[in-house]
């Protein structure tokens, strides 16, 4: 079995790298029959990539322990789904996952645009089978997933928090994201390569980011989540350098979408697209980087590999490459039209840009910190929270702004008196919003009170968009169905909206308290009553688990239980209680923190709001599905547009 | 007016690190010696534990993850993350009291190193 993994994954190599070699002799000497070779070799290389992760799943679902990797990741108790997710449980795992939907997302696209975008495809396939031939060799050379020993007759097991349904879903929604965003690059490459440097590339590659995109949010939301319910200390993010990891490159991506828009409309801000679109993919390999080399201290756990070497020189030479590509082609890409004024749609574009990328590289800049100062400064110092806080706020709360004002405002040029006209519901709104949120008493954050004011400003130009559209055709089906991408952006803006309110609810209007309990005692917490009543102990398959019961009086009535699981491999970890009222959105969330005799110390967090991120979440899918969703208007723009490129 | 934009951004950036910086150092054990200040100190916990967390502060050792000396003595008060154990990697946020001693308020622990790379986190 081994060997079939080992055999199919030396297959892979040897047809990425004839689809390398062939694809980019094909291209540059225009011999077609070369270039359909090397694309029918990038399909046949993700056929051999499903044999080899087929022979690891199969390995991991019969508990084979002569596979290290089966052995180092499961063990025989495992059920057969968590067997199965220890695929991504690990280093070698990860990195096949990593290829198999690179190449099938590369053959695929390769495949469906084969006709229509001819010129840039045999440019596409070439890029996608050099990356793809990147990562087949580091699995056959550097990480094996096939490495066999003398069986054993248990495995090491998978730590017990994994063993969630979240990290089910959660580490392969991000790699199809991470991955996903090679697209757009392999054809933003294409196009610079090919010379055809026209719209074509990002019409035909709009949908490939937007899911991408999208799975590495809604992948983010659910790791946060996962945080949140399962961990234990009652946030959701912690701006952990592999956090973080998956953060830039979805804020690059956002950059990218919204540019896109400027480009397609005014044929501006071709080159800084390009950038973009390459900082995004750099970013996600950077990520990868980041999770396996180690580099950087994180409370994530590492594999300490010699791997991380390989993925910083494949970074730098992506970027060098990227770097050479837009500098050959600068004469091509210039702007078709000039930005006429700061007051305008282009500009409101511009400046949610330069405002994402800058968080972006802020971001970027504190994950690099400890490894900058070591190098300049000869210690290592490590950013800390109120950094990041610091920069989310200052280019955050502008960015939320601009949203509700970019969709309203004119293209090329703007008074300042028809925006405040077009704009007087929405500013009307968030003033009554506002005052009525001091006199509430939300003045006690700042930045609060200010998330919450342009929160409602945006919610009111969305409600105001929809209603004026519907009025002009009739139906809001009909409305949404004539222009899904603009109308699934309204959507997927009001969940950026909700998402905002959730985070500033639970963080600058929570409430902590610790107190130490004993039965009958009981403790307040903003308007909450908890009274310790007693403590339970039950066996379960795995663990010997201690719960304290607590009734919840006050403002909500309920019981919540919550204590710690010791497992019967020694573990330990934290079963938090979290009582939700779902008319204001808020958690109660109790820690047991500590036993001391008949008394136990508590941890009560009560979080406003926070359940509007989860249900952020869903509006955002959802969202982001409408924008997806085909749409026989935009095919026909693209043929349209490939008859003048070819006229 | 784009490169003013971003010259704007810039200055924000740079007058942020300038005033504030909000870094702190990143020490092990054997380079911890007369620091002042807010310190992350990275290393291996190291027996026997003694005390309460929450009364008086929990007391252990702390080496370098690779070598066995300098040990610090360290006080922590607060939460004990899930994963504390003698012999684990943790880092602990505090800092230098008089005596030498180490004194934090913040522990988040690393996780066993054969969960190699999947998120674990007890902070």
């Given amino acids: 079995m081994a060997d079939l993994g080992r055999a199919a994954l030396v297959v892979s190599l040897g047809l990425t790298l004839y689809a390398f070699i062939a694809g980019t002799i094909g291209a540059l000497q225009k011999r077609r029959r070369l270039s359909d070779s090397a694309r029918n070799a990038l399909v046949a290389a993700f056929g051999s990539t499903v044999v080899a992760a087929a022979v690891l799943a199969i390995a991991l679902v019969h508990h084979d322990f002569s596979f290290v990797y089966v052995y180092s990741h499961t063990s025989k108790g495992l059920s057969t789904i968590y067997a199965l997710s220890a695929f991504w449980g690990g280093q070698e795992g990860s990195l096949l996952l990593w290829l198999l939907v690179l190449s099938g997302y590369g053959a695929l696209a390769a495949v469906l645009n084969r006709r229509l975008l001819r010129d840039l495809i045999v440019w596409v396939v070439p890029v996608i089978a050099g990356i793809a031939s990147f990562f087949a060799l580091i699995l056959v050379a550097v990480a094996s997933p096939f490495q066999t020993q003398v069986r054993a007759l248990d495995g090491l097991g998978l730590t017990p928090s994994l063993q969630n349904p979240y990290m089910v879903a959660h580490p392969p929604m991000l790699y199809l994201g991470y991955v996903g965003l090679t697209v757009p690059f392999a054809f933003a490459a294409a196009a610079m390569l090919s010379g055809h440097t026209d719209e074509r590339w990002i019409v035909a590659t709009r949908r490939w980011t937007l899911a991408a995109w999208m799975f590495l949010g809604f992948g983010q939301l659910l790791g946060a989540h996962w945080a949140y319910v399962e961990v234990g200390w009652g946030g959701y993010y912690a701006w952990d350098p592999v956090e973080n990891a998956a953060l830039m490159p979805w804020l690059a991506a956002t950059a990218f979408l919204h540019s896109v828009m400027v480009q397609e409309r005014k044929g501006m801000l071709k080159v800084w697209n390009m950038i973009l679109v390459a900082l995004a993919f750099e970013l996600a390999v950077f990520g990868d980087f980041l999770t396996r080399s180690g580099v950087i201290q994180s409370i994530h756990s590492f594999a300490q590999s010699s791997i991380g070497a390989w993925f910083l020189g494949f970074v730098v030479a992506t970027t060098l490459f990227s770097v050479a590509l837009i500098l050959w082609r600068l004469p091509l890409l210039r702007a078709r039209t000039k930005l006429e004024s700061a007051l305008s749609r282009e500009a409101t574009f511009l400046y949610n840009n330069l405002f994402l990328v800058a968080l972006c590289l802020t971001v970027l800049w504190g994950v690099l910190f400890p490894v900058l100062s070591d190098i300049f400064l000869g210690q290592s110092r490590t950013m800390s929270r109120p950094y990041y806080d610091f920069f989310l706020r200052i280019f955050g709360l502008p960015l939320l702004l601009l949203m509700g004002i970019g969709p309203l405002i004119a293209w090329r040029r703007a008074s300042v008196r028809s925006l405040l006209k077009t704009l007087r519901w929405p500013i009307g709104v968030s003033i009554v919003a506002g005052a009525a949120l001091i006199a509430a008493g939300a003045g006690s954050s700042r930045p609060g009170l200010i998330a919450y004011t342009f929160s409602a400003f945006v919610l009111t130009t969305i409600v105001v968009e929809l209603v004026r559209g519907t009025r002009a055709t009739g139906s809001l089906a009909q409305l949404v169905g004539r222009n899904r991408r603009r109308y699934g952006g309204y959507v997927v803006h009001a969940s950026i909206v909700m998402l905002a309110i959730g985070i500033a609810g639970s963080s600058a209007y929570a409430t902590v308290k610790e107190q130490k309990l004993k039965i009958g005692q009981s403790m307040t917490v903003a308007g909450h009553t908890v009274t310790y009543t007693g403590l339970e102990r039950q066996r379960s398959s795995t663990a010997n688990e201690l719960r304290a019961v607590l009734s919840l009086s006050g403002r909500e009535h309920g019981t919540i239980k919550t204590g710690i699981n010791n497992f019967f491999t020694g573990d330990t970890s934290k079963a938090v209680g979290i009582h939700t009222d779902w008319l204001r959105l808020e958690d109660t969330y109790v820690i047991f923190d500590q036993q001391e005799g008949n008394a136990v110390f508590f941890k009560v967090l009560v979080k406003p709001l926070v359940n509007m991120i989860w249900v952020a979440g869903f509006v955002f899918l959802g969202g982001s599905l409408v924008a997806l969703w085909p749409d026989a208007r935009e095919q026909r723009r693209l043929v349209a547009r490939l008859a003048l490129a070819r006229g | ?123």
Avoid: W
Wanted: charged share 15%.
């Fill in chain 2, 1 to 123: 007016m784009v490169a003013l934009a971003v010259a704007g951004v810039l200055a924000v950036f740079l007058l942020y690190t300038a005033l504030g910086g909000n870094s702190t150092p990143l020490l092990q054990p054997s380079n911890l010696a007369n620091h002042a200040g807010t310190i992350s100190l990275t290393g291996k916990v190291r027996g026997p534990v003694t005390g309460d967390a929450k009364v008086g502060g929990l007391q252990f050792g702390l080496h370098n993850i690779k070598g066995e000396s300098p040990v610090v003595p360290i006080v922590f008060r607060g939460s004990v993350p899930d994963l504390f154990k003698v012999g684990r990697d943790v880092n602990l946020t505090g800092h230098l009291d008089a005596k030498g001693a180490f004194v934090a308020n913040q522990m988040t622990t690393k996780c066993p190193s054969k969960y190699t790379a999947t998120p674990n986190k007890t902070a």
